[in-house]
């Protein structure tokens, strides 16, 4: 009993450790996320050209959508143009993008594969056309009709990059989507909401931002791992940039339902994130230790695991019988809950939302079974693969 008490103690322990950095984060964050809103961007008064990049790879089903949504956005002073980049398809995303009205690049490296050469590679073909900025959306997406012209306003006031709303568009469609419907509202709209509003740079998502022309002159989207966005991101903290949330906008993204595309995404996801923390946590860590305290931030989201892996650790800690550890583990799991209610009111969930919170043990439990499959895709090399889907999401 002594040797089982000791085991739960140590185990436990080590548990609360690693989750203290990430219990610490979500606090910070999802109470900034209820401080009031910070001065939003002055009305746009001068034309600002905006090139909206849309990075492609096989999406001839959803790609004349996603322009079409784009195209109908509203405008005002915004002169927008919309690329979309046809890389290594094998069907007719190019024609389809062109038909609906779309300039299309068409790009062809079976070598350097992976959204981010993609996007390197419009970024690079276009900075000699004078843009003010530019916005990425995913080929699979549906848009607020405000969106080009929020994140032109944030660009046009001075911010060196903006990142709007990232939700599911399709939240309805399975118990799964609508779990990671919650997870999007706690990860995309709570976290970024609470940085920006205490200051710091709000993060970029993959889908739904915009970087400033000079930026991207000062940082190159060299960014070209699994998780490219996250990435690049950690060169906009490293050299000084900051992202700003255009809370008012928003990009939905279609999520699969079930079957290989669902394990698919997340284990490139959270492979991938895997793979970032062993590789940049030590050099944030040396370079917090120098002074450049703004990268403490990013390093603690960095050590933020994955929910379903960060309350695994807290369930753990829970179970030793001595009441330090317990506490840290209870207080822990307080603080999960207090930031997916914030998730569900801040972000405009429902009964719903919350009701598939019921359904979280059994989602963490797949979770924890994909873990070998995530170490493998945190050593592997970028490939672009296009996640399997049904339908693009209509809005």
């Not at 992976?114 to 900025?133: C, I, M, P, R, V």
Request: glycine share 8%; proline share 5%; charged share 20%.
């Amino acid at each position: 009993m002594n040797l089982l008490w000791l085991a739960l103690t140590i185990a436990g322990g080590l548990a609360a450790l690693l989750t203290l950095p990430g219990t610490l984060e979500l606090l910070v964050l999802t109470a900034g996320a209820l401080l009031p809103a910070r001065k939003r961007p002055l009305p746009l008064l001068h034309p600002f050209r905006l090139a909206v990049v849309v990075p492609a790879h096989n999406e001839e089903a959803s790609i004349a959508h996603c322009v079409a949504g784009l195209l109908h956005a509203k405008r005002d002073a915004v002169d927008l143009t919309v690329v979309v980049v046809a890389d290594n398809c094998q069907d007719l995303t190019a024609t389809a993008a062109a038909e609906a009205g779309a300039r299309v690049l068409v790009r062809h490296n079976l070598v350097e594969r992976g959204k981010g050469y993609a996007l390197d590679y419009a970024f690079s073909t276009l900075s000699a056309e004078n843009f003010d900025g530019f916005l990425v959306v995913d080929a699979d997406s549906a848009v607020s009709p405000n969106l080009p012209l929020e994140v032109a306003r944030a660009l046009a006031n001075g911010a060196d990059a903006a990142q709007c709303r990232y939700l599911v568009g399709n939240p309805g469609a399975s118990m799964r989507t609508r779990l990671m419907n919650v997870a999007l509202l706690a990860f995309n709209v709570v976290r970024p909401r609470g940085r920006h509003r205490l200051g710091l740079s709000a993060g970029i998502y993959g889908n739904g931002f915009a970087l400033s022309s000079e930026t991207l002159r000062v940082v190159p989207y060299t960014a070209a791992s699994v998780v490219e966005d996250l990435e690049y991101h950690l060169a906009l903290a490293r050299a000084g940039k900051r992202v700003e949330f255009a809370d008012a906008a928003t990009v939905y993204g279609e999520m699969p339902v079930a079957g290989k595309g669902v394990q698919t995404q997340r284990t490139r996801w959270e492979g991938g994130r895997f793979r970032m923390l062993v590789e940049r946590a030590p050099t944030l860590a040396m370079e917090l230790f120098k002074g450049r305290f703004r990268l403490l931030e990013p390093l603690l989201d960095l050590l933020l695991l994955p929910l379903a892996f960060h309350v695994s650790l807290l369930l753990l800690a829970v179970l030793p019988p001595a009441w330090p550890v317990r506490a840290a583990g209870l207080v822990g799991l307080g603080v999960v809950a207090f930031h997916l209610i914030a998730a569900i009111v801040v972000g405009g969930g429902g009964a719903r939302d919350a009701m598939a919170l019921l359904a979280a043990p059994f989602y963490m439990l797949w979770k924890l079974l994909l873990i070998p499959a995530l170490l493998k895709s945190s050593r592997s090399e970028t490939a672009w693969v296009r996640t399997e889907r049904t339908l693009p999401v209509r809005k």
